[in-house]
Each structure stands twice: as C-alpha cells, then as structure tokens.
C-alpha cells in the first residue's frame, strides 16, 4: 500500500475514472492519504463525481511517472463518515480546508476496499499489488 501511495504522491496528479449510464467519466485528483491501514481519497458531495460513486463504487485510478511506468489502481470506494478520519486527511492536506471541513455537510472521504494496483512499464512486467 506505501508503494501504491508513494507513486500517487509522486505523480503529483492522478485521474480517476466513474461512470455514469453508459459513458465513463474521468477527472483529475491530487491527494491521497493512508489512513487505518486504507487508501483515502476526498472530494465533495455536491460533486457529480461523488454521485456517480455512489450509484457505483466501482472506480479506476490512472497515472504516469517520469521515465515510462505508470500505475493503475482498481476497487471500490466507501463512504468514511467519521469527524476524526476527515480531519486526519485535512490536517495533512491543509491546502484543501478553503473547501471542506471535517464539520461540514459536504466533505466526502472515501477509502478503497477490494483494491488491485497493476505497476507497469515499457520494459518490465507488470507488479500486482492486492488490499
């Protein structure tokens, strides 16, 4: 999972893939958190991404480092309602607090449960990693 987060961290940007009906949806994101043994993602609930999570977690990561590798990331996104993980990831994500608020009624934390990562390169075979 720290090899997982270390390269997301690393690529600074990642792209995360919904769908909604028949058409699949894809939108950049920047942080990620280890919390409880679980990878952590926020976003907004107002949000058409977090609609579409919701009608389905099903969910694929996607990003590219320098020097040809790059990562994709499957599972399934849950709900973390709880005041003090919200605040963990804000504290280490302060930059984020201009638009949530681990008191609001907007801020939605979500973690991978059932999550395959595929490390992958032009030159060498492909790393699995199972949470």
């Known amino acids: 999972m720290k090899e997982i987060y270390d390269f997301l961290r690393r690529c600074g940007c990642f792209f995360l893939a919904t769908e909604e009906g028949d058409q699949p949806r894809v939108r950049p994101f920047g ?7 679980k990878i952590y993602f926020l976003t907004g609930k107002k949000k058409n991404v977090a609609k579409q999570i919701e009608k389905n977690p099903k969910v694929e990561i996607c990003a590219a480092a320098q020097g040809e590798v790059w990562i994709r990331l499957e599972g399934e996104l849950k709900a973390d309602e709880r005041v003090e993980a919200k605040k963990f990831f804000l504290d280490r994500n302060p930059q984020l607090r201009g638009m949530y608020n681990e008191n609001d009624d907007n801020t939605l934390l979500l973690y991978m449960e059932h999550g395959k990562a595929t490390i992958s390169s032009f030159v060498n075979a492909p790393k699995e990693i199972r949470f």
């Open 31 to 37: 942080v990620i958190e280890i919390y409880e043994d």
